[in-house]
């Protein structure tokens, strides 16, 4: 079965520091990859996309980047961190553009 | 614009109180429809996908449907356990277009 691993679960940074989150997915060969933002009450913010490794596609501007270096892992990315960086961050996988998609388990980030 | 409306926003029941959910959505070719229940600090899991006017899906307590225009969640004689975020979503341009979700609180 297919699983996918989200880390850390928590995460408190400076501004102006810099991130990585890491997401990974087992049990399936060139999925889509999906990185998301949810900010408190309010719902999805799909951040950027990936059909395949070294593709991306961004959805909207910001300081973040995602880079996917392996068929199953997916990264997301600042060079300095802004107090609006800080949020609920959901990674996720599907077969194909319009399948369900399925979640890890998130990352919580705040900035000081 | 594919748009995916949700409501009420949140929806507060005692134990066995059986209500529905709603999911309104305006997308140009419909391609499934997809329900997710979301727990607090964890990321959303899948319950359900229909494709087409008519159909219907059950799991446990939950039923949803879909018409041309919206889709119901249906939950029967809940459970405290069932408190949760249920979230609707539809595929439009290659991406998914989520609702902001309704919170359920089942009272005991």
């Known amino acids: 079965s297919q699983t996918i691993h989200q880390w850390p679960a928590t995460l408190v940074q400076p501004v102006g520091s810099p991130l990585s989150l890491e997401c990974t997915v087992e049990?399936?060969?060139?999925?889509?990859l999906y990185w998301y933002r949810q900010a408190a009450g309010r719902g999805l913010q799909l951040l950027f996309y990936?059909?395949?490794?070294?593709?991306i596609s961004s959805e909207v501007p910001q300081n973040l980047s995602a880079s996917r270096p392996q068929d199953r892992q997916f990264i997301l990315s600042s060079k300095k961190l802004l107090l609006s960086d800080s949020g609920f961050y959901l990674c996720a996988w599907s077969v194909g553009p319009y399948q369900p998609q399925h979640f890890g388990d998130g990352t919580r980030l705040s900035i000081l | 614009e594919d748009q995916v409306t949700q409501s009420p926003e949140a929806l507060r029941l005692q134990e066995g109180e059986s209500s529905s959910l709603n999911c309104s959505y305006t997308?140009?070719?419909?391609?499934?429809l997809f329900w997710y229940r979301q727990d607090p600090g964890k990321g959303p899991e899948f319950l359900f996908t229909?494709?087409?006017a008519g159909e219907e899906k059950e799991k446990e307590r939950l039923k949803a449907t879909l018409t041309k225009k919206e889709s119901f969640l249906h939950i029967t004689a809940p459970k405290p356990e069932d408190s949760a975020t249920y979230l609707c979503?539809?595929?439009?341009?290659?991406?998914?277009?989520f609702g902001t979700g309704t919170r359920l609180t089942i009272i005991p």
């Open positions: 229909l494709y087409s």
């Open positions: 979503a539809v595929p439009a341009n290659e991406k998914l277009t």
């Open positions: 997308v140009s070719g419909l391609r499934g």
């Open positions: 049990g399936t060969s060139n999925p889509n």
């Open positions: 990936s059909v395949g490794i070294g593709q």
